[in-house]
């Protein structure tokens, strides 16, 4: 099983020794010293194992932190009821990390909110950041405070956060930060729909209707040769055709600039979708070509 740890200090400390560890004792060939961050906020399934055994596979001693940061929730939203499972967390880890940090709000918040913050600028002010203003300059700034904490060689997320992915890359670029980020695709359902920590608050009626929202963007990649336009209303439709599902945005992006595609934009992009079903608000993207 792997450790639990739940103050700065000791997982500082931690990961210290097992730098030193792995260049007196580690193969030749190995990575020497590696350490691999997966930042989560618990409630794991089966997307987030696929993260941690992606971490795993990059080799070196694997961190994968638990933390429901309240500075990414805005009023109003699902801080209080977000799950907390760290027990079955920690066994789902079983032989994927090494390390499990896992502090309080209080640990990582000594003083109350953070008054400094990292701020997300104008690329975090559509889509999801219009949604919930204010909801991903929360994440760069626990994101950075967790970097600088465990100071990872690299750090993975999901490409199910698109957004999220975009704005912590540029962050690390912007910031100088020395942290590689790897990015794995989304898992997926059977049927199709992403894998969410939200997805067990869906009642069975709800849980039939959500599957549109990876309906709409496959119908989408299919029209997306006719160009953006095509692929707009073709996801439209789609939505339009399932009146559980309450649309909140619905975009086609560029991915290297997450700016709004125009209509004669050829190449590369990413479809964005939020909606919410029942009282479940989910978000889901695809990569297509126009």
Do not use: W
Not at 117 to 125: I, L, N, P
């Amino acid at each position: 099983m792997p450790e639990i740890i739940t103050t700065i200090a000791d997982v500082r400390a931690r990961v210290a020794n097992a730098r030193r560890v792995a260049r007196q004792d580690g193969p030749a060939d190995a990575p020497v010293g590696r350490v691999v961050l997966v930042p989560t906020m618990g409630a794991l399934h089966d997307g987030h194992l696929r993260l941690v055994s992606n971490a795993r596979d990059l080799g070196g001693f694997v961190v994968v932190s638990i933390f429901v940061n309240p500075l990414q929730f805005g009023p109003g939203e699902d801080l209080d009821r977000y799950p907390r499972t760290l027990d079955s967390d920690v066994a789902a880890l079983d032989g994927l990390a090494d390390v499990v940090f896992a502090p309080t709000a209080a640990e990582m918040y000594p003083n109350g909110p953070s008054q400094t913050r990292v701020v997300a600028g104008e690329a975090g002010s559509h889509f999801e950041g219009a949604s919930r203003p204010g909801h991903f300059d929360g994440v760069l700034t626990v994101v950075s405070k967790l970097f600088n904490i465990v100071q990872p060689d690299v750090a993975v997320f999901g490409q199910k956060d698109a957004q999220q992915v975009h704005l912590i890359g540029r962050m690390v670029d912007d910031l100088n930060l020395p942290v590689a980020i790897a990015v794995v695709d989304t898992v997926r359902e059977e049927d199709g729909l992403a894998l969410s920590s939200r997805n067990r608050y869906l009642q069975e009626d709800d849980r039939l209707a959500a599957v549109t929202l990876s309906h709409a963007l496959a119908a989408a990649a299919d029209a997306a040769p006719d160009g953006v336009g095509a692929a707009l209303e073709a996801a439209h439709a789609r939505v339009e055709a399932e009146p559980a599902v309450k649309l909140d945005y619905l975009a086609i992006v560029e991915p290297d600039s997450f700016r709004e595609a125009s209509r004669d934009h050829h190449g590369p992009a990413l479809m964005l979708i939020a909606a919410r079903v029942g009282t479940t608000r989910l978000i889901d993207n695809k990569r297509l070509t126009t």
